[in-house]
Structure formats: C-alpha cells, structure tokens
C-alpha cells in the first residue's frame, strides 16, 4: 500500500476563512409537515444559508418542497453578560431573511411538472436556547428556535399572503 502526497501549498485546500460551519436544520409545522436543510454560517455565525427539503400538506400547496433560505442575526443576547462568564455557553438570538420554495403540487406522488410553483417569503427567526460547547470540534452548537413566516403568493387564482409558524432545532456540525 503506498500513500501519494500533492505537491504544493496546502493552503489553496482550505475553507475560506468568512465561512465559520456547517449546521444541519430540521424544523416541523410551518409550509410543511417537516423540512430538513443543510447550511453554512459566514461572518462569526450571524448569517445562515441554507438549502432544505421538505413534504407538504395537501391543500393549495403541496407535494415534495425544495427551497433555500438566508437568515441575518440582528440582535443576540448573551447570557454571559448578565450571569458572569460561567453563562457564555448559552445566549438566545433574534434573525430575519429571506426563503424561497419551490411546490411540485403532487400529493400522492413526487412529480417535477409544470404545474409546480415558486413562492417567496420573509422569515423571523428566534432562537429561544442556543448552546455552545467550545470544547468541541464537531456538533458543538444546538439551538431551539421559533420561526415567522409570512409567504407572498403572486402567481395563483388568488393572490396574497400566508402566515405560518414553526419550531425547530439546529445541530452545528462542524
């Protein structure tokens, strides 16, 4: 057995250094039953973005989901700041974006037609515990969050918009 080694400098092999991780997402209730993304953190993790799947109820929208979302934080709250530093583990954060999701509009079945649809929408985010065990290379964040989503319908019989709300859990993983 023999092992070969690339020449060169290895730095060209690295994660840019803005991108701080990789974090899955997995949340219920909202647009869909269930949705399950995976998202990378830039900018000292106070930016998200994300690509998800997800399966739909039956009704006006649905069939198999396919979207992607960006979130910013705007305000986070550290509970180091008003317990001492033995709390810098946990903070809670508030985020808004941006989702966009595309609806096949199959309901027994998961079909890529002409009858699918995109749909866009503002999202706030907050995460009600966030947990941080720096000690930890791999799954060292898990935060509980609540999630506003206020959809913009356009392009159907009848326009306007929908208000859903979620709950869900993300797990840093690296």
Do not use: C
């Not at 909202?30 to 997800?54: C, E, I, M, S």
């Not at 709390?87 to 699918?116: E, H, K, N, P």
């Not at 009600?128 to 969050?145: E, G, N, V």
């Not at 959809?151 to 306007?160: K, L, N, Y």
Request: aromatic content about 16%; cysteine-free; hydrophobic content about 50%.
């Amino acid at each position: 057995m023999a092992v070969g080694l690339r020449e060169g400098d290895k730095s060209r092999y690295q994660v840019p250094a803005f991108i701080q991780g990789l974090y899955l997402d997995m949340h219920a209730m909202g647009a869909t039953y269930w949705d399950l993304g995976l998202g990378l953190t830039f900018f000292d993790d106070n930016v998200k973005l994300q690509v998800q799947v997800g399966m739909s109820p039956p009704g006006r929208f649905s069939g198999l989901v396919l979207g992607a979302k960006l979130l910013a934080n705007i305000a986070t709250l550290p509970f180091g700041y008003f317990f001492g530093p033995s709390w810098d583990f946990f903070s809670m954060s508030l985020a808004v974006g941006a989702t966009f999701a595309y609806f096949t509009m199959s309901q027994d079945s998961i079909a890529f037609t002409d009858q699918g649809m995109v749909l866009g929408g503002v999202v706030a985010q907050i995460e009600l515990a966030r947990l941080q065990i720096p000690r930890w290379r791999a799954f060292s964040s898990y935060a509980l969050y609540s999630e506003y989503q206020l959809w913009f319908i356009s392009s159907d019989v009848q326009a306007g918009t929908e208000s859903r709300v979620a709950f869900g859990l993300r797990v840093g993983l690296l």
